[in-house]
């Protein structure tokens, strides 16, 4: 079995990760040690192979691993990938950040879309594997199939991005701030009229204590329209990555016969827990029929589902109230636009922390196991 280090696994995606793992029995498969950086010494969690928590930031402790995979972030990345690989380690190395995404000698994983990819990797002696963005693995989970068929000219998708995506804090910002409305709205109060709680609510957000530190703005009752940060085009580095990232995974920025397939749209922050949703805009290159989209799209994966294209089956079969927690990927409103007839409209929704986040990296590991 591979001796594996685990860092990060106390934060958000590091939780959800243990979760599965656990579920799947993963650690049957590998020697587990488990790595902190603010608690090196305390009780590990039962799985771990060592009696206590091991230095994140010792690079001779962590050149003991066959793999590293971590949720610790960017900034863990940036300081530690480097002085490990200049020490002459030559492990596998996992990572949920976004740091080494476009590094050339990275693959990026989500292997039902690309695990043929994955694996020519590791024969070419590709030693870093990244997760992808959480919209852009949503994505192809949903619409893979379609994206691989060649029939695909562009896609605009328009996100609706979960509090979830920007952290664990920042999704109890919002519940605050939901808390907050409740709160000096007066909603409780039933004589009072609607536009009166309305202009509460509207008086609320500009409170000067209202809850808003780390969005910046009111997410419970408002939007969004821009995450991450700003790029000199207009841009945010959120939408800069949707077309960059797919098309690494699916392989079209290497391969001479596969043509890139431009993907653009706007990035926004809604109100909701969990679950990324993205509405999409699908030009066609020429004029195929529903029934041919939907074998494209169901013979992806094994998790990615129809949904018809009525409001009874949409209203809940769509929503990322129902979505959370599970690995489907339900894809609907599947319809010909009136922009013509290669026009396609569809929309999507996935667990940003499961297939988003966490599901790509233990498969990874599975992988390197098998």
């Known amino acids: ?110 292997d039902p879309i690309n695990g043929q990819g994955i694996r020519d990797a590791l024969n070419k002696g590709v030693l870093d594997f990244v997760g992808a963005n959480c919209t852009v693995s949503l994505l192809l989970m949903g619409i893979g199939g379609l994206m691989k068929s060649g029939l695909v000219d562009w896609v605009s998708t328009m996100t609706y991005q979960a509090a979830s995506g920007a952290g664990a804090r920042n999704m109890k910002e919002l519940l605050n701030q939901m808390g907050y409305l409740a709160k000096h709205s007066d909603f409780e109060n039933t004589s009072a009229h609607i536009l009166e709680i309305d202009r509460n609510v509207n008086s609320s957000f500009r409170n000067s204590d209202f809850p808003d530190e780390l969005f910046g703005a009111a997410l419970a009752g408002g939007i969004i329209p821009f995450i991450d940060s700003e790029l000199e085009n207009g841009q945010s580095r959120e939408e800069w990555k949707a077309m960059v990232e797919a098309n690494k995974i699916l392989g079209t ?3 001479p016969d596969m043509k890139n397939i431009p993907i653009d749209g706007t990035c926004v922050r809604v109100g909701a827990m969990r679950c990324h949703a993205q509405g999409l805009t699908i030009k066609l290159n020429q004029e195929v029929s529903e029934d041919t989209i939907k074998e494209c799209i169901l013979s992806s994966n094994d998790w990615v589902k129809w949904v018809d294209n009525n409001k009874a089956e949409t209203v809940k079969g769509l929503n990322s109230a129902y979505i959370s927690g599970s690995l489907n990927i339900p894809v609907g409103r599947v319809r010909p636009m009136n922009l013509g007839p290669e026009y396609w409209n569809m929309f999507t929704v996935g667990d940003q922390l499961l297939w988003g986040a966490a599901e790509p990296l233990r498969r990874m590991l599975n992988i390197l196991s098998e």
Not at 1 to 12: A, D, F, L, N, P
Not at 39 to 56: C, H, I, N, R, W
Not at 92 to 97: G, R, V
């Open 253 to 255: 920025d290497i391969n």
């Open 1 to 110: 079995m591979k001796k594996v280090g685990i860092i990060g696994q106390r934060g958000m995606v590091g939780s959800v990760l243990m979760e599965r793992m656990r579920a799947e029995n993963d650690f049957s498969n590998i020697e587990a040690y488990f790595y902190s950086t603010s608690q090196v010494g305390q009780e590990p969690p039962k799985e771990s192979a060592g009696d206590a928590l091991l230095d994140a930031y010792s690079v001779d402790e962590l050149k003991g691993m066959e793999v590293i995979l971590t949720c610790q972030g960017g900034d863990y990345t940036k300081k530690m990938h480097g002085e490990l690989r200049n020490s002459g380690w030559k492990g596998i190395w996992i990572d949920a950040a976004s740091t080494l995404r476009m590094d050339p000698n990275a693959c990026l994983v989500l």
